[in-house]
Every structure is written in structure tokens, then in C-alpha cells.
């Protein structure tokens, strides 16, 4: 009952544009400016991508409910430091990546500003995501919001996340809000939130998260939360697409998984970053490997049909590689 009354109240919000006030992407402005304001992303759309229209080494975007655009595949970043990281990030943005992902404690948000700097690739075409930490940031977020800022520096941060929920996960959330009216900031969204945490902290806040960032492989397929997020408007990202370190080989290795790889003359890693993105679901592979870089990004010259979609589905046994 009470589940019912929250999602009917977080509907209500979404009528009433309880949304981000953006101006679109970048590179693509949006055209549905009202009063600064924007309708939140058609629902329908944040778990539909645009794959056909993909092309390797060009992945398509996602609409979200901000009015920015945001490509449906990235480079992870967690555990890459130093040369490793910017050599990683120039690599991938040279094989045609637009999306990097980092967070305050990968300890690399430097490199990665340096990087981007460096590559050539104009500012607005690069997506950049970055993360606060409960603990000391989200008790003095403004410092922490701007430490990022200026290790970056890159002008602006294209999306802002809470780690992951904790003490003054709500006033961390409204200072980055601040950071969004200053235009510092473009989107905002959440990671390793679920079910039982969206609807009250939602209920609490201005800006509708766009993006909700949670593990999610074929071992751990979030199949409630998925459709749960995608029904109020956002976009979920899987971390950890391949399992993550340490897990990679039990997925790769699937008797499941090389199956339809050999089916369709590709590798396990491309299968399963297919399935993520028929799935609706934006991944961001972490890979310091050229040659990995530029087949994660090869996913769009094959299709997985439905009945090996259903295969991949029955692999879920709820196993969970990290506590968050
Ligand atoms: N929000 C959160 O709480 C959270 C938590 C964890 C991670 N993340 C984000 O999610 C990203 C992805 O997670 P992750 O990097 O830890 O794990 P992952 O993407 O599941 O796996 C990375 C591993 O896969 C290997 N790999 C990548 N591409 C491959 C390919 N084509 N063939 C064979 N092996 C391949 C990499 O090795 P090589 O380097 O040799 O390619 C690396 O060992 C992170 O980088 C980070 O940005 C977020």
C-alpha cells in the first residue's frame, strides 16, 4: 500500500515536470525548451535504444530525462591510474568512445581531464560521468563537487552521481542540484540504489535522477529493477557488464554465452554487451586494452535474436560481486 501510494505520488511529480531545467545536448540542442524546463524523457525511450542506426566505433545515444544525450556504451575507468588511465581514455576516444566514466575515489578524475584535453575531440562530443562518496563528501558536498570540478577541468561535468546511499545522501543531491542552476553540472543521477530507496529519496529532491548506475551482468540481472527505474523515466548503466575483475573468465567461458558467440562469429565480451544494450541497458566496460577497448565498441554489425536474449535471461542466479 504504501509502495503504491509513493509510485503514484513520484507519477503525480513526473506530470508536473519534476524534472532537470537543461538545455539539451551539446552538440544537439533540444528543441522542447519550455521556459527552461523539460518534460521528462518519454518513458518508453530510456530502455529503447536507437541500434540499428549504431555503427561500430559509433555507439548511439540515450535521451534522458534532463533533454541531454548520453551514449549507450562507455569506458569504465575503475582501477586505472595514472599513464595506464590517460592512456586507456585516449585510446578509447580515438577508437570512437564519447563516454568515460570515473568517480572521485578511482583517484584518476586528473588524468582523465587530461586526457580529454589532449585527444583532440572536441569538449561538448564527451560525455563524462563522475561520482561523490557518502562519508566526508556528502557532508560537505560543495567542496567535494568542486574538487571534481577542478581535477577535471573540462568546464563542466556532463553527469554528477551519489556513490551510493548514505548519510546526507539528500543534501549531497541538493547541492549538486546548486551545481545544475550554475550550469557546472548537466545531469544528475544516483548509483546502487534500488527498489526500496528510489520512490522516498525522489520524494525528497527537485531534479529527477536521470541515470541510475547499478552492477548488472548476466549473472546479476536486476530484472525488477530495471523496469522499475525505466517506468519513472530513468536510464539504468551497468557496472561491472562483464562481472567485473576476477569474474570475467566464469562469464566469458559460459557454455551459454560462447555458443551464441560462435553463432555469430563474435567474441563472449560482445555477446554480452549486445545483450545489455537489447536489454535496454547502457554499459561501461573498464578495460586498459586497446585491442578490448575496440571491440567493445564493435556491437552493432550482429543482433542477438530473441530466443538467444531468453537463453542469456535464464543465466541470472542472483550472485553479486560487490556490496554496494
Ligand atoms: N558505481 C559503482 O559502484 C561502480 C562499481 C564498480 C565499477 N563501476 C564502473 O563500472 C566500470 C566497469 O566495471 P569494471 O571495469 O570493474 O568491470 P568489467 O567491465 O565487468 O570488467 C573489466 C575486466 O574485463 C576485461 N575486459 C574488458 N574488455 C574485454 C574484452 N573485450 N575481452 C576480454 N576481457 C575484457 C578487462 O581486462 P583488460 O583491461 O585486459 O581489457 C577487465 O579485467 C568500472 O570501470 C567503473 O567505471 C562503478
Known amino acids: 500500500m504504501k509502495n503504491l501510494l509513493l509510485s503514484i505520488l513520484v507519477m503525480i511529480m513526473l506530470l508536473f515536470g519534476f524534472t532537470a531545467c537543461n538545455k539539451g545536448n551539446s552538440s544537439e540542442p533540444n528543441t522542447g525548451d519550455v521556459g527552461g524546463k523539460h518534460p521528462p524523457a518519454s518513458v518508453a525511450s530510456v530502455g529503447t535504444f536507437d541500434l540499428e542506426n549504431g555503427q561500430n566505433g559509433k555507439a548511439p545515444t540515450v535521451t534522458l530525462n534532463s533533454g541531454y544525450k548520453m551514449p549507450i556504451l562507455g569506458l569504465g575507468t575503475y582501477s586505472l591510474t595514472g599513464e595506464t588511465c590517460k592512456s ?4 578509447a576516444l580515438e577508437q570512437g568512445y564519447r563516454l568515460i566514466d570515473t568517480a572521485y575515489m578511482y583517484g584518476n578524475e586528473a588524468e582523465i581531464g587530461e586526457a580529454i584535453r589532449q585527444s583532440g575531440v572536441p569538449r561538448e562530443e564527451i560525455f ?8 566526508a563528501q556528502f557532508t560537505n558536498p560543495e567542496q567535494a563537487i568542486q574538487q571534481s570540478l577542478d581535477k577535471l577541468d573540462i568546464d563542466y561535468i556532463d553527469m554528477m552521481l551519489l556513490h551510493h546511499p548514505g548519510t546526507n545522501d539528500v543534501k549531497a543531491y541538493k547541492a549538486i542540484e546548486k551545481f545544475v542552476e550554475q550550469g557546472k553540472i548537466r545531469s544528475i543521477g544516483l548509483s546502487n540504489w534500488y527498489i526500496e530507496e528510489i520512490d522516498s529519496f525522489i520524494a525528497q529532491v527537485n531534479i529527477m535522477p536521470a541515470l541510475i548506475q547499478n552492477e548488472i551482468h548476466p549473472y546479476y540481472q536486476e530484472k525488477t529493477v530495471v523496469p522499475y527505474m525505466h517506468k519513472l523515466g530513468i536510464v539504468m548503466q551497468a557496472w561491472y557488464p562483464f562481472g567485473g575483475r576476477g569474474h570475467t573468465s566464469a562469464i566469458f567461458n559460459n557454455h551459454t554465452i560462447t555458443q551464441i558467440a560462435n553463432a555469430h562469429g563474435v567474441s563472449s565480451a560482445q ?10 541497458v547502457v554499459a561501461i566496460p573498464g578495460s586498459s586494452n586497446p585491442a578490448h577497448i575496440g571491440e567493445n565498441i564493435s556491437v552493432f554489425d550482429f543482433e542477438l535474436t530473441q530466443a538467444e536474449m531468453t537463453a542469456i535471461a535464464t543465466l541470472d542466479r542472483n550472485e553479486k560481486h560487490d556490496w554496494y
Open 88 to 91: 586507456a581514455v585516449l585510446s
Open 128 to 135: 563524462v560521468i563522475t561520482k561523490i562518496y557518502p562519508g
Open 271 to 280: 555477446v554480452v554487451l549486445r545483450w545489455h544494450l537489447q536489454r535496454g
